[in-house]
């Protein structure tokens, strides 16, 4: 990570000017990463830093409060997503009521002016902030001529005649479908963390897990999938994963679990990516164990034959 910061106020952090780029970025899609690499050019081309500016939490979860809606990936890997794309900085500021209260002209001030002292900003088609949802492109230029920067939207990204949006691959990803997720994500959908510690169950069952925690988050997919794991070996790994609830143990929290096949080691505290290659079934609450792990058979078996059969999707 290269620089990272939260908060609204506080002393400059490119003294010497930046061009900056703002989303809430959920997945940085085909969509999002056009936006980011346009800036990323014209950043080079003024020969300052890019500053990338997102929401955490996201503004559509601060406003649903009971019911947030699923997401995409966690900030970890959208602020390192980010740094890949070429920001040099970024912000995950912190949504909150006072945050959502500030004026569109407040939030060029404090945030675009005062802290990154931005000579260009760049937004996607539509783009929304402040208070109500106040300011738009138009806004922004207006706060720019009084306070020294350029505005400028890029053209929408479409794929098959219609926008890329997150929503469409929370769609995509809600039924199954890893082709289209991975069409416009421009590489296949992946879930990223640190292996944490279980109840330590599941190498009495045969089926040692890898877990991984959605940070509290609502996913946008649940059940068994048949998945490749990065970060473990040279090359992806084969394994069947399960990500939910657990009825069957009564557990509560959503986790990502992931047995790698033929594998045996330990993965506690290392960073692993788990990819989605095909979806098996929705998760059930079995009467017994026995019964759970006699269908955990029949998903290994199943999970093999179909990694055997698809090839590794493409990153753009
Ligand atoms: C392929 C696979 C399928 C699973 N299916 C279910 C399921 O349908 N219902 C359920 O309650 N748990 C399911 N689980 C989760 C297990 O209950 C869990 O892995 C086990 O309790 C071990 O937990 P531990 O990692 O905390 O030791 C599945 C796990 C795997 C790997
Ligand atoms: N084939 C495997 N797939 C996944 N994890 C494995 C495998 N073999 C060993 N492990 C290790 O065992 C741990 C999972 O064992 P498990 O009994 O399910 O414990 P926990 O409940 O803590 O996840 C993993 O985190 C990893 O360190």
Redesign the pocket.
Known sequence: MKQLFRDVDGGPLCPDGSVACIGAFDGLHLGHRALVRHAAERARALGVPLAALSFEPLPREFFARGAPPPRLMLPRARAEGLCALGADVVGLLRFNAGFAAMAPDAFARRVLSARLRVREVWVGPGFRYGNRRAGDLETLRESGARLGFEAGEIEPVQLDGERVSSTRIREALGSGDFDTAARLLGRPYAIGGRVAR??????T?G???A?LRFGGKVPALQG?YATRVHGVGDAPWPS???F??????D?VEP?L???LFDFDGDLYGRRIEVEFVAR???????PDLPT?VA??DR??AR?RDILMQTPQRATA
């Open positions: 279980g109840r330590q169950l599941g190498r069952l089926y040692p897990t877990n068994i069947v994963s399960s939910g609830t657990r009825p069957t143990v557990g986790l679990e992931a047995h098996l079934r929705d998760e059930e609450k079995y759970l269908q955990m998903d290994a999970a």
